[in-house]
């Protein structure tokens, strides 16, 4: 228990740290993935702009990241995080590493969403003389945010998860913390605090999704 | 007269299906021009080439003075504006309200906000809707449905209305509501609409000409009365048939031939003041006594359009010679075996 309270500082600590990565990446993923899933979906065959070669660039590079194991990939693009962040030690470089990573994963979730709107729809936008770029503001994304915004809470506790990863080769957080503090010394209490703390949130982050959800599809 | 609408010679292939193969239709101004066919017939892309939605392999569609087929996709938007558009599945937007679906064309135009609320509030109250500009589609029956994609489709004045199965999803009632809704459109608006379905009655209720398609092509194409009371192709024939229950089926014709010995005919009513006074007399002079067995005479475009099936007897030479006579009087007659 006297441990515990002596690792208070450093446990508050990992939760901001956790929490700081989470939205760096949630906010930068989901912006980068959204404009590489828009175009998946749309320049695919049949879609507002569709275009064969684009499709097949960006299908191709999504499907050789996707597959590569988040903890290698994170390490292998250390040299890209150094240009940007300068260190690779921290929480900003892990979140940097972590968002570049999820922009992929990012970019399948809002491709499907997007995939699921009815086609007629968007046929009814052009119908009433919206340009391509128009439809997708106003409409495509609209009509999808539903998906949309389970899609994003998907990623919210993937996102959690591979915090817990970055932590582990030198993000900070509270994956390092419960292996730090708590693995590496043999103090499971301290273990199962992180468990818990991490089950809290991700707790928190699914019913605030599910919330916004149902706005969005208004069920 | 003018036509709104030319297509002249078009055909469209997706790849190696042809789906439509050198039609021809002029639409005039301020009518309504029904197209009639099965599905895969090519109705559904001939509305799409239009509005420029697709674009033909080769021929031309012009609506009123532009080349359709020849526009670049940036100046056919702003046309499209002209031309409403109506669906099977409505096609509304869910997440805008009723009033934000009718809006969302003005909005595309760039119609400043005071001038659009009014406007929508305008054409909601044409289809009667006004009471649910603040609900959401998903609220709505499917019949409203349908009358806010009208509305939608009216938002910027349009003189033509491309209405794409429009009544296809709904039922009886329903359909009989939206038709009547489309009519009022075009007598009191004056729009042009081109009505694609598969339900002769819909055609029957609004339409002043009809073009039938078979197999990527218009194979017939008339004024409704003609193509109702005189359809020259078996397709135009059947769709006839849905509609009117006037001529007996084979099976039919089996049965009454069973229970009367004499000649069975058919003969088709046309829009001819005691027509069937003059029948009775054609019988009598003939020395022929008639039974009706069979059909009907109802009205298409407020004229009458029927056929009566009757049972002869009667010499056999009487018979024959009140059948010339008959068909000297521009009669037709067809003789049922």
New interface residues.
């Given amino acids: 228990m006297d441990e515990l309270i002596a690792d208070l500082p450093q446990y508050v600590q990992a939760i901001w740290d956790t929490l700081y990565i989470v939205v760096i990446s949630l906010v930068a993923s989901g912006v980068v993935g959204l404009v590489l899933g828009v175009a998946l979906a749309t320049t695919r065959s049949g879609g507002l702009l569709a275009n064969r070669a684009v499709y097949t660039v960006l299908n191709v590079v999504v499907n050789i990241v996707r597959p590569i194991p988040f903890i290698i990939f994170v390490t292998a693009i250390d040299p890209l995080t150094i240009l940007v962040v300068g260190t690779t030690i921290g929480p900003t470089a892990g979140a940097f590493a972590l968002s570049v990573a999820a922009a992929f994963a990012v970019s399948r979730i809002v491709e499907q969403s997007l995939v699921g709107v009815?086609p007629?729809?968007l046929?009814?936008?052009?119908?009433?003389?919206?340009?391509p770029l128009?439809i997708i503001a106003?409409?495509l994304i609209?009509?999808g945010?539903g998906p949309l915004v389970l899609g994003y809470t998907f990623l919210f506790v993937g996102i959690v998860d591979m915090t817990a990863q970055v932590g582990a080769i030198g993000g900070g957080g509270l994956g390092d913390f419960a292996i730090t503090y708590g693995a590496q010394r043999y103090n499971w209490p301290i273990v199962y605090l992180t468990v818990a703390t991490i089950i809290v949130l991700v707790q928190v982050g699914q019913f605030a999704g599910n919330a916004l959800a149902r706005r969005?599809l208004?069920r | 007269m003018s036509a709104l609408v030319r297509i002249q010679e078009v055909s469209k292939r997706y790849g190696d299906a042809v789906a439509l193969d050198g039609v021809t239709l002029d639409v005039e101004e301020g009518t309504v021009q029904g197209v009639i066919g099965y599905s895969g017939a090519g109705k559904s892309t001939l509305v799409r080439l239009i509005?420029g939605?697709e674009r033909p392999t080769s021929g031309r569609v012009f609506v009123g003075e532009h080349e359709i087929s020849a526009l670049p996709e940036?100046r056919l938007?702003?046309?499209?504006?002209g031309?409403g558009?109506i669906?099977q599945?409505f096609?509304?937007?869910?997440?805008?309200t009723v009033a934000g679906n009718v809006a969302?064309?003005l909005?595309?135009?760039g119609v400043p906000r005071e001038e659009r609320d009014r406007r929508v509030a305008r054409l909601l109250d044409f289809v009667g809707l006004l009471d649910r500009a603040h609900h959401?589609p998903?609220q709505l029956s499917g019949g409203q449905k349908q009358r806010v994609g009208i509305a939608?489709a009216l938002?910027?004045d349009p003189r033509l209305l491309?209405a794409d199965e429009a009544t296809s999803a709904l039922d009886p009632e329903t359909t009989a509501d939206v038709l009547a809704l489309l009519d009022r459109v075009n007598r009191e608006l004056g729009l042009t609409i081109v009505l694609i379905t598969h339900e002769m009655e819909a055609i029957r209720s609004i339409a002043d000409r009809v073009a039938v398609m078979e197999g990527g092509r218009v194979i017939e194409n008339g004024d409704l009365y003609d193509v109702f009371a005189t359809p020259t192709t078996p397709a135009a024939a059947r769709f006839v048939r849905t509609v009117l229950h006037d001529r007996p089926s084979p099976d039919t014709v089996a049965r009454l031939r069973a229970s009367h010995p004499g000649r069975l005919i058919t003969v088709r009513v046309p829009d001819r003041k005691g027509f069937t006074a003059e029948l009775s007399r054609a019988f009598a002079a003939h020395g022929i006594a008639e039974q009706l067995v069979f059909g009907g005479i109802s009205e298409i475009a407020e004229r009458p359009v029927g056929a009566l099936t009757y049972a002869l007897e009667g010499q056999e030479a009487a018979v024959r010679d009140l059948l010339e006579a008959l068909r000297r009087t521009d009669v037709d007659v067809v003789e049922e075996d």
């Fill in positions: 009815e007629g729809v046929e009814a936008a052009r119908a009433a003389g919206a340009g128009r106003t409409v609209p009509e945010l969005a208004r | 509005n939605l940036r938007r702003e046309l499209r504006g031309i558009m669906f599945q096609n509304l937007f869910r997440s805008r969302y064309p909005t595309v135009a959401h998903e939608r938002a910027r491309l």
